[in-house]
C-alpha cells in the first residue's frame, strides 16, 4: 500500500506538487498519468525519499520512507533508467545492489532472467546498453530485494511494443502475488494497457481518478446536433464539461443525462453515443491542457483507489 495525502511541492514560486492526495493498492497496477511537467516525478521522488515535501504526507506500507530500515527490501524503485553506473557491467550493478542489500549471492542470475537479460547481455557495461535494456536492468535491481511495492517513473520508455506486453505480465504477475504498483506515464495508451487503477495529474493536481473502468465508462458522450451552440449551451449550463470534438461534443454527461438535457433544452441531436477509447484520449489530453491553463477548478471523478 502507497498513501500520498495532501503532498505539495513548492520550488520559489513554482507549486510542482499541490495538494495531491490517493493511495495505491495491494494487489493492483496505479498508472499515474499526466503531460510532462505535470508533478509526476516529483510525487514519485518525494515518495522515494530523493526530495523533501513543503507539506502532507508520503508512506510506503503505512511507514516513511525514511524510516524503513532496508527500504530496497520493502520497496522497489526505478525512477530513471539512464542514471545507472555505466562504466559496470549489468551483472556488477546487480551484484553491488545485492551487497548492499545485504542479500544471499544467487538471486541476480534469476533476477537476469526474470527481466529478459541474456548472460552475454549481463556482462556488457551499461554504457552499451539500449534504454529498453537499461529499463529491464533497472527493473531487476527493483525486484532483487524481493519487495511488495514497486514504483516506476516512466518505465515503458525505451520499450518496444513485445517489451511494453512483456512489462505488463511482469508487472501484472506481481500485482497478483498481492504486490502493490505505482507507475508513471504520460501516455494515455500506456497506462491504458497497463493499469488497474488511474490518478490523472495536470498542473500539480489530481484532475480525476478511479479504476480504469470507471474513467472508461466516465469518458462520457459523444454529442452531435446542427444547432452546436445550443448543444453546447444545454450541456454547459446543465454543469457539463463539453469539449468540442471533430464537429461533435464530447461530455462528461452519461448517454441518458446528455439526452434528457438536450431534450428539456429543445436541442434536435443528430447523434449521440457513448465515446469510445479516441474520446477518452481527447477528453485526457483537453483536460490536462486546460488544467496547465489554470482555467478549471480540478474534479475528482471515480473513487479513490
Ligand atoms: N528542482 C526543481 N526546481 C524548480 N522547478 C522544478 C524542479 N523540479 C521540478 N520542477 C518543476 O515542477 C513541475 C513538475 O515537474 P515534474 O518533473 O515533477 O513533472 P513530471 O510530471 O514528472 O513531468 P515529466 O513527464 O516531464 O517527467 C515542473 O513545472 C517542473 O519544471
Redesign the pocket.
Known sequence: MITISGLT?R??D?I??DDVSFTAAPGRVTGFL????????????ILTGLGTATSGSTTVLGTRYADLPNPGLEIGVLLDASAQHGGRTGRETLVLAQRTMGLPAGRVDELLERVGLTRAESRRRVRDYSLGMRQRLGLATALLGGPRVLVL??PANGLDPAGIRWMRDLLRSFADDGGTVLL?S?LLAEIEMIADDIVV?GS?RVVARGTKDELLAGAGTLVRADDAGALTAALASAGHEVVPADGAVLTDADLATAGRVLFAAGVAVTELRAADGAGLEKMFLELTAATARDDVAPATTGVAA
Do not use: F, Q, W
Open positions: 511541492k520550488y520559489g513554482v510542482a506538487v499526466g503531460p510532462n511537467g505535470a508533478g509526476k516525478s516529483t510525487t514519485l521522488r517513473d516512466e508513471s504520460h495529474i500539480g
